[in-house]
């Protein structure tokens, strides 16, 4: 079973997200702040990291950093899943390593289920 | 009928009390009274130097006494003027600030709330009955509203905080038509309104945000739907003329009063027919229009007659980069 690492500070989108990619056959861990969204990423070596930006204690872009940064975490595709929209955010995500950037508003779960499917190689 | 209502806007301007009022400004705080103090004082500085020129040329020192006198004051009016200016672009940039905020904030609870919906909606976690996805339906389209409204009130904050950017790239405007006609067809449908569109076929790409003149192309179709009157049609033209692709939406709706024509592009307006005939809508939707045709290097503008129809049009450069 593969594994998602959804680091994001919206107890209600963990819930949302989660449920979906379960019943999908994910397993999904769920941080809430940044910080230990990225001591999770290193620890479980997850197949893939569902990102959000503002994050409490570490903004998303710091995470994102640490972990193309890290040698062991560089090579996990990571989705940033915001609902910042700005050109600046979307040249540094996908600057900084980001495989996909998504705006939450623009999507429906299943749009987004396919998106990562895509991004694991499942579809 | 048409110089009277000139005439009546030209008195409205005049009105300085009733329009600072407006701003909620003191008259020594409103730039309108200044200028009209600082246009009397000029008046009679003019005048009192001329009498005084004329009187007592024997004592220049009187004479350039009361000129530098005059100056001073005009200086402070100046200053008081560029102050009150200030506190206007302040609070204006403070409102954009807000709305930014607020829309901001209230983008997260709305994904909350439309993923919860669609969860609901998908039988994921049990069957759903016919009576319940009715009900499910209503709350899916009232959060998509607010998620449109919210994302109209965030592009207009956009401009006006001068934020508004746009990455250009190859469009074939043509596609994006035909793609937002064939997404409008069910409203259409709904609102018993028959689309037409016609298309040049082989029409050079332009350089565009395709997402950003995608919406300006919808917000146009929405109007023209929105406004049709029973059995309605919307016609759509796009041609090459010269170094431009024309874009023309003619719709056989309630047209725009004469009056209000010249306000039709600001933020916020809404003419009385248009909120007689529907009362959903912001506002936002031609101003937002017309600022991506701009920033896109084109044109955009209109006619339209009351309760026959009206026709939008736009023109957007071959070459622009």
Redesign the interface.
């Known amino acids: 079973m593969k594994t998602i690492l959804f680091i994001e500070d919206e107890s209600a989108l963990q819930k949302t997200v989660g449920l979906v990619l379960n019943q999908e056959g994910y397993e999904v861990l769920s941080a809430l702040d940044g910080e230990l969204g990225l001591k999770m990423a290193q620890k479980k070596r997850p197949d893939l990291i569902l990102l959000d930006l503002i994050l409490p204690k570490m903004h998303g872009f710091e995470v994102l950093k640490a972990l193309k940064d890290n040698p062991e975490t560089k090579d996990v595709p990571v989705i940033v899943l915001t609902n910042l929209e700005g050109i600046s955010e979307v040249d540094k995500a996908l600057e900084l390593g980001a495989t996909t950037y998504l705006v939450k508003a623009s999507y429906t779960l299943e749009e987004l289920v396919s998106k990562i499917k895509t991004a694991l190689g499942d579809k | 009928m048409e110089k009277t209502n000139w005439l009546q806007r030209i008195l409205e301007e005049l009105n300085i009390i009733n329009n600072c009022r407006k701003y909620g400004l003191s008259a020594f705080q409103c730039p309108q009274f200044l200028f009209f103090l600082m246009g009397i004082l000029i008046i009679l500085s003019t005048i009192t130097a001329y009498i005084l020129g004329n009187r007592y040329i024997e004592e220049p020192l009187l004479v350039a006494f009361v000129v530098i006198l005059t100056s001073e004051i005009l200086l402070v009016i100046a200053v008081l003027i560029t102050r009150s200016f200030e506190r206007l672009a302040e609070a204006n940039r403070l409102k954009s600030e807000f709305v930014s905020v607020v829309s ?1 904030q209230l ?2 609870p ?3 709330l ?3 919906i ?2 609901l909606m ?1 039988g ?2 049990k069957s759903v009955t016919e009576k319940e996805l009715e009900f499910y339906n209503i709350l899916r389209e009232n959060s998509q509203r607010m ?1 449109e409204l ?2 109209d009130l965030l592009i207009v904050s956009r401009i006006d905080q001068g ?1 508004f ?1 746009m ?1 250009k790239e190859e469009c074939d405007l043509a596609n994006t038509i035909k793609e937002v006609v064939q997404a409008s067809q069910i409203f259409a449908r709904a609102s018993n309104t028959e689309i037409i569109s016609k298309i040049e076929e082989n029409l050079p790409r332009i350089m565009v945000s395709p997402s950003q003149i995608k919406q300006a192309v919808e917000n146009l179709l929405d109007n023209a739907i929105r406004y049709s009157k029973d059995k309605g049609t919307v016609e759509i033209f796009l041609e090459k003329k010269n170094r431009y692709l024309c874009f023309m939406i003619k719709d056989s709706g309630v047209g725009i009063p004469k009056v209000d024509q010249r306000l039709i592009f600001q933020r916020f307006f809404r003419s009385d027919n248009a909120l007689r005939h529907k009362t959903e809508g912001s506002g936002l939707g031609l101003y937002i229009a017309k600022s991506i045709i701009e920033k896109s290097g084109g044109k955009i503008g209109f006619k339209s007659q009351e309760n026959v129809g009206s026709t939008f049009w736009f023109t957007l450069p071959i070459n622009a980069k």
């Open positions: 901001h983008r997260s709305l994904s909350n439309k993923w919860s669609e969860i998908s994921r976690i998620e919210v994302a934020k950017y990455k």
